[in-house]
């Protein structure tokens, strides 16, 4: 097995300063790699951030991710619902330079009421000039394909060609995969040989090296259910073992696994990382 070493934390609070309450949170609940928010998650409000504390996330040593806010929707045919997208995906990338992020995530989003051959055409033509605007060192931006729900752009990680393909198979694109949104599309990640089915047909649809972060979360519903609801890891219908089995992928090595669990108390997320750090650590020695 590879010795490249996988991070594994969690999407943390950032309630009384970015890297105040972040780290601490993270080491509370024993994170090796930590997710936030860099504005309200549910509001289009766009924050700046409080250089002594980007700083010290920076100079923590805990490598960083960001999730940009839900209501971004590259597809939208609405004019204001688009260009508050766009901003908010520019303000994202921003703090995420700022703060040092090793990527941005944003939701692939939906054609809502017209046809997906207009969104995808939307998408190339107004997101990639964004990725354009990234510097060299500045963050990837990452595509999080979704449940499966109606009208949605992209859900099945086959789903994301012709995403990469709108976007032109830009250098400073990737790819977040979140387990109970591939479990919710149809992966079964449970039958044998699912997990790699599913990452082999990852790489072949981006290519490698284009996976950048897993979002590690076990779900409440069957395969296929299209619904996003997270569970605890090993609680839900996926079970333990197939984010062993993800560990062990050879495209998975040294991609950060971030859980996104349920629950305010640490606890339960203290578990759930223990859990997967007892997952690939087994694994090393498979």
Same mark, same amino acid.
């Given at each position: 097995?590879?010795?490249?070493?996988?991070?594994?934390?969690?999407?943390?609070?950032?309630?009384?300063?970015?890297? +105040?309450?972040?780290?601490?949170?993270?080491?509370?609940?024993?994170?090796?790699?930590?997710?936030?928010?860099?504005?309200?998650?549910?509001?289009?409000?766009?924050?700046?951030?409080?250089?002594?504390?980007?700083?010290?996330?920076?100079?923590?040593?805990?490598?960083?991710?960001?999730?940009?806010?839900?209501?971004?929707?590259?597809?939208?045919?609405?004019?204001?619902?688009?260009?508050?997208?766009?901003?908010?995906?520019?303000?994202?990338?921003?703090?995420?330079?700022?703060?040092?992020?090793?990527?941005?995530?944003?939701?692939?989003? %939906?054609?809502? %009421?017209?046809?997906?051959?207009?969104?995808?055409?939307?998408?190339?033509?107004?997101?990639?000039?964004?990725?354009?605007?990234?510097? #060299?060192?500045?963050?990837?931006?990452?595509?999080?394909?979704?449940?499966?729900?109606?009208?949605?752009?992209?859900?099945?990680?086959?789903?994301?060609?012709?995403?990469?393909?709108?976007?032109?198979?830009?250098?400073?694109?990737?790819?977040?995969?979140? +387990?109970?949104?591939?479990?919710?599309?149809?992966?079964?990640?449970?039958?044998?040989?699912?997990?790699?089915?599913?990452?082999?047909?990852?790489?072949?649809?981006?290519?490698?090296?284009?996976?950048?972060?897993?979002?590690?979360?076990? %779900?409440?519903?069957?395969?296929?259910?299209?619904?996003?609801?997270?569970?605890?890891?090993?609680?839900?219908?996926?079970?333990?073992?197939?984010?062993?089995?993800?560990?062990?992928?050879?495209?998975?090595?040294?991609?950060?696994?971030?859980? #996104?669990?349920?629950?305010?108390?640490?606890?339960?997320?203290?578990?759930?990382? #223990?859990?997967?750090?007892?997952?690939?650590?087994?694994?090393?020695?498979?």
């Amino acid at each position: 097995m590879s010795a490249v070493h996988t991070p594994i934390g969690g999407h943390v609070p950032v309630a009384g300063g970015l890297a +105040t309450g972040g780290l601490k949170y993270a080491e509370r609940i024993g994170a090796e790699v930590i997710q936030v928010f860099v504005g309200n998650p549910r509001g289009w409000a766009m924050p700046g951030g409080k250089p002594e504390e980007d700083a010290r996330l920076r100079e923590s040593g805990v490598p960083v991710f960001v999730h940009a806010n839900y209501l971004i929707n590259p597809g939208s045919p609405n004019p204001e619902t688009l260009e508050k997208s766009l901003a908010a995906i520019r303000h994202a990338l921003r703090r995420g330079h700022q703060i040092g992020a090793g990527g941005v995530v944003i939701h692939t989003g %939906s054609s809502v %009421s017209q046809s997906y051959e207009q969104a995808m055409r939307q998408i190339h033509e107004r997101l990639l000039p964004v990725l354009e605007e990234i510097g #060299e060192d500045g963050p990837p931006l990452l595509l999080e394909p979704m449940a499966g729900q109606s009208n949605m752009l992209c859900a099945t990680v086959q789903q994301l060609g012709p995403y990469f393909e709108a976007l032109e198979h830009h250098p400073k694109l990737g790819v977040c995969l979140d +387990t109970c949104h591939a479990w919710a599309a149809g992966h079964d990640l449970t039958a044998p040989g699912g997990v790699k089915e599913t990452m082999d047909a990852l790489v072949a649809t981006v290519g490698p090296g284009r996976l950048k972060l897993i979002h590690a979360n076990d %779900s409440k519903d069957p395969c296929g259910s299209c619904r996003d609801r997270h569970e605890n890891i090993g609680a839900g219908h996926i079970g333990e073992a197939p984010f062993a089995e993800l560990l062990r992928h050879p495209a998975a090595a040294g991609v950060p696994f971030v859980i #996104e669990t349920p629950g305010r108390d640490p606890e339960p997320h203290r578990k759930d990382i #223990e859990t997967l750090k007892r997952l690939r650590d087994a694994s090393r020695t498979a």
